[in-house]
């Protein structure tokens, strides 16, 4: 058997990951079978299975990616685009994250398994970043950055609920709303006074 390149093997597991991905956007996690990740991704178990031992492997993988990325725009152009780049997401594959949620809810190992892999240098940065911007008077500082992500998390799943569901929430509507929500006071007066 001829020997791959480390380019190929990179390809060839990313072409496992973009048919995964696919589908289970298309029939969610459960029903994302064996036989339907084989067709959807033109390999065999064997082929698929090389590169992730398990389906929920594939799974994990895919989410943490997008988590990730999600962060990587937060830190990179801030909290605008993030919540564009969540609105123009594919709602199907945003579906997803109902199972996603399901299984964090029901299973503790998965749970276990998806906290392992959460972005800690990623969070840390956001919540450096949230510290800067209190200090610097463009972020109310009464609340702890901890605090201000979990609303923002609620903010989000809301987002791409609406989203899975098929609606399209309006941006500038919820860009203005978290702005005042996040905003010091006197900045959320002075915005009022201007408009």
């Given at each position: 058997?001829?020997?791959?390149?480390?380019?190929?093997?990179?390809?060839?597991?990313?072409?496992?990951?973009?048919?995964?991905r696919r589908c289970f956007a298309r029939y969610g996690y459960?029903?994302?079978?064996?036989?339907?990740?084989?067709?959807?991704?033109?390999?065999?178990?064997?082929a698929i299975f090389n590169w992730f031992p398990t389906k929920?492997?594939?799974?994990?993988?895919?989410?943490?990616?997008?988590?990730?990325?999600?962060?990587?725009?937060?830190?990179?152009?801030?909290?605008?685009?993030?919540?564009?780049?969540?609105?123009?997401?594919?709602?199907d594959w945003l579906g997803v994250y109902l199972d996603l949620?399901?299984?964090?809810?029901?299973?503790?190992?998965?749970?276990?398994?998806?906290?392992?892999?959460?972005?800690?240098?990623?969070?840390?940065?956001?919540?450096?970043?949230?510290?800067?911007?209190?200090?610097?008077?463009?972020?109310?500082?009464?609340?702890?950055?901890?605090?201000?992500?979990?609303?923002?998390?609620?903010?989000?799943?809301?987002?791409?609920?609406?989203?899975?569901?098929?609606?399209?929430?309006?941006?500038?509507?919820?860009?203005?709303?978290?702005?005042?929500?996040?905003?010091?006071?006197?900045?959320?007066?002075?915005?009022?006074?201007?408009?």
């Amino acid at each position: 058997m001829p020997k791959i390149s480390d380019e190929q093997k990179a390809e060839r597991r990313e072409h496992v990951l973009a048919g995964a991905r696919r589908c289970f956007a298309r029939y969610g996690y459960e029903g994302a079978t064996v036989i339907r990740l084989e067709q959807e991704i033109g390999l065999s178990r064997g082929a698929i299975f090389n590169w992730f031992p398990t389906k929920e492997d594939l799974f994990l993988e895919l989410a943490t990616r997008d988590n990730d990325r999600i962060n990587a725009i937060w830190l990179e152009h801030g909290l605008e685009a993030t919540v564009r780049a969540i609105l123009e997401e594919d709602p199907d594959w945003l579906g997803v994250y109902l199972d996603l949620v399901h299984r964090l809810r029901t299973d503790p190992s998965f749970r276990e398994r998806w906290d392992r892999r959460r972005p800690k240098e990623q969070e840390n940065r956001i919540a450096a970043r949230m510290h800067d911007e209190q200090a610097a008077g463009e972020l109310r500082s009464d609340l702890e950055p901890e605090q201000i992500g979990s609303f923002l998390g609620v903010i989000f799943d809301g987002m791409a609920v609406q989203r899975a569901a098929g609606y399209n929430p309006p941006v500038e509507v919820l860009l203005q709303l978290i702005g005042d929500a996040l905003r010091p006071v006197k900045a959320r007066t002075r915005a009022r006074r201007s408009a």
